[in-house]
């Protein structure tokens, strides 16, 4: 089993708990009016509430970092630019890098922009709907990427600014 599949079970044992928890401590406690719902709900918070909410969103943060990690050779990623995504393929990968390649993203006809016009520029109001088909390019782009720890992600060069997301989700920023 993967690690990130290992989380994924902890955060759900961890999300059932706060649930039972707050049951336990809150909902049961407090009768139909309301009544004594800010002593139940301040009692539930400070014994366990606080707790289990940082416990989760931890949880949470290591499954994004061990999905980043687990990327492998023939995987999708997204190079994730400033505000654009370009659409890869991991062809190679050591114990701190991947070398990733970029794939032909080609914009779904059905997808059309609306825009509204006017003042200096146009906006466009669904670029959030594109649509992507995507196929491997063996003359794309390659680009190394190498692990941070810090980020608990793949980023290329010294200042961090281009970071790999698993997953092809290639995105034109109409707007900027």
Not at 86 to 110: E, F, N, S, W
Not at 164 to 172: A, I, L, M, N, T
Request: charged letters at 30%; glycine letters at 6%; a negative charge.
């Amino acid at each position: 089993m993967k690690r990130s599949e290992e989380l994924r079970q902890q955060l759900e044992n961890l999300k059932a708990l706060k649930e039972q928890k707050y049951y336990e401590m809150v909902t049961s406690r407090v009768d139909a009016a309301m009544e004594g719902w800010d002593a139940a709900w301040n009692e539930y918070y400070g014994k366990c509430g606080r707790q289990l909410s940082e416990d989760i969103r931890e949880t949470e943060r290591l499954i994004l970092v061990e999905i980043n990690r687990e990327l492998d050779v023939g995987d999708g990623a997204t190079l994730c630019l400033y505000s654009d995504r370009h659409a890869c393929t991991v062809i190679k990968k050591t114990a701190k890098t991947i070398t990733v390649q970029r794939d032909k993203a080609t914009l779904d006809p059905t997808f059309k922009p609306e825009w509204i016009v006017g003042g200096f520029a146009a906006h466009c109001t669904n670029q959030n709907e594109q649509k992507w088909n995507y196929e491997r390019d063996p003359n794309g782009e390659i680009t190394k990427c190498y692990w941070s720890e810090k980020l608990g992600r793949y980023t290329t060069g010294g200042d961090q600014s281009i970071k790999v997301s698993p997953g092809r989700h290639e995105f034109y920023d109409y707007n900027f």
